[in-house]
């Protein structure tokens, strides 16, 4: 009969600290015929088999440390690429703003230079016209008004001119002020934009690093439960060469009449691969505590509380006692637990089941994993070598 388990620290502590111990999670003695050393050939496995569980559940704990880890590190990666984003966009609009300006500049240039040849020409027509005397100007004219008016033409002109060259300067200097500040700016992102990317390059080694790591344990984890599955699958097969046996005497335990394995029956729903999700209780699926905790509640309408990481057979008498209020009695009735404890060679978490009916000093009891199947089955026992807890009603 397969271990059976609660929850993982628990029982992985439990195999643990047990290890060696001889089983009846190996397998019933059935009769006489059936020594010791195919027990203990059996019970390797049920080591084996608990010693790569718990390699898996603590890969598996590091894996999901690391895959946490992973995350907050890509958080931490998603928060610095947004900010070189946003950097870069005012890298792009301080970029726009400066060609703007140097446009500007460049056109402005070429206003100064343009005003200049102007003014030159100008200046040339006027130093023309300082070379006719006042009286000859006055003479060419049609009046005095008409000289005077040539006189502030003259004057208004290049003054003008000049206005309009010194504000264009002027308008020069400012856009190339204006250019040195959006340069400057434009330095101090990029400088940033570099910091930003080499921060960037290395929180993504931290987020690679951390996913290389979490995906090798993985890996581990997979290993090991593949190892777990050859070793039960080679657990089965010893089980299936001992044949069975529908009657066995173990000590002071009796049992007759098995049934035979009849799958996933008895109503149990917790029906996935064996040890491959946890009951309510927190219990691994069709282990036997886990069909008893499920039975008695459910069909017997009893109240069964979780066991709190002592929720291996052996441990039933005083788990249940402190967390469900459950109490031994001596004259079973349907719906008791029935225990078989850990006592000299019986196995180390021993094994649980659950009376359907009484006659006598004789038991007909359901169960779970009996010769290490993860399979419904029923049976007789007697009286002897067990022990009856009873939980109060729901």
């Not at 931290?206 to 593949?226: F, H, I, N, W």
Request: hydrophobic share 35%; net charge neutral.
């Amino acid at each position: 009969m397969k271990r059976m388990s609660t929850t993982h620290s628990r029982r992985l502590a439990t195999l643990r600290s047990k290890a060696g111990v001889f089983g009846l999670a190996a397998v019933f003695t059935l009769g006489s015929s059936v020594s010791i050393m195919q027990h203990a050939f059996a019970d390797q496995w049920d080591n084996q088999i608990a010693s790569l569980r718990a390699k898996a559940d603590e890969y598996q704990r590091q894996a999901d440390a690391l895959r946490a880890h992973g995350d907050t590190l890509q958080n931490k990666l998603d928060e610095i690429n947004a900010q070189i984003a946003a950097l870069q966009s005012k890298i792009q609009a301080n970029e726009s703003e400066r060609d703007k300006l140097q446009k500007n500049i460049e056109d402005n240039t070429l206003k100064i230079n343009k005003a200049q040849n102007v003014l030159g020409d100008v200046l040339a027509d006027l130093y023309v016209d300082d070379d006719v005397s006042a009286l000859e100007l006055l003479a060419s004219s049609k009046n005095i008004g008409d000289f005077v008016d040539k006189q502030e033409y003259r004057t208004s002109i290049r003054d003008q001119l000049n206005k309009t060259i010194a504000n264009i300067k002027k308008l020069k200097v400012k856009l190339e002020t204006d250019k040195k500040a959006v340069d400057k700016v434009l330095s101090e992102l990029d400088l940033q934009r570099k910091d930003l990317a080499a921060t960037q390059a290395d929180q993504q080694q931290l987020v690679d690093q951390t996913r290389g790591e979490e995906a090798a344990y993985q890996g581990l984890v997979a290993s090991a439960r593949s190892q777990m599955s050859d070793a039960a699958a080679a657990q089965r097969a010893y089980y299936a060469s001992l044949g069975g046996g529908n009657q066995g005497v173990y000590g002071s335990f009796q049992y007759w009449g098995w049934s035979g394995d009849q799958g996933c029956g008895g109503g149990y729903p917790y029906c996935g691969p064996q040890d491959s999700m946890v009951d309510p209780w927190q219990l691994y699926n069709r282990e036997c505590v886990s069909y008893a905790a499920w039975a008695i509640q459910n069909r017997f309408g009893r109240s069964v509380n979780g066991f709190h990481g002592q929720g291996n057979a052996y441990q039933w008498p005083s788990s249940a006692a402190i967390y469900s209020g459950a109490y031994r009695v001596y004259t079973p009735q349907p719906g008791d637990a029935v225990v078989l404890p850990q006592s000299g060679a019986f196995a180390p978490i021993g094994h649980l089941m659950v009376v359907e009916s009484v006659s006598g000093d004789n038991v007909f009891v359901s169960q779970f994993n009996f010769y290490g199947s993860g399979q419904y089955s029923t049976m007789w026992i007697k009286t002897s070598g067990v022990i009856f807890l009873r939980f109060p009603p729901a």
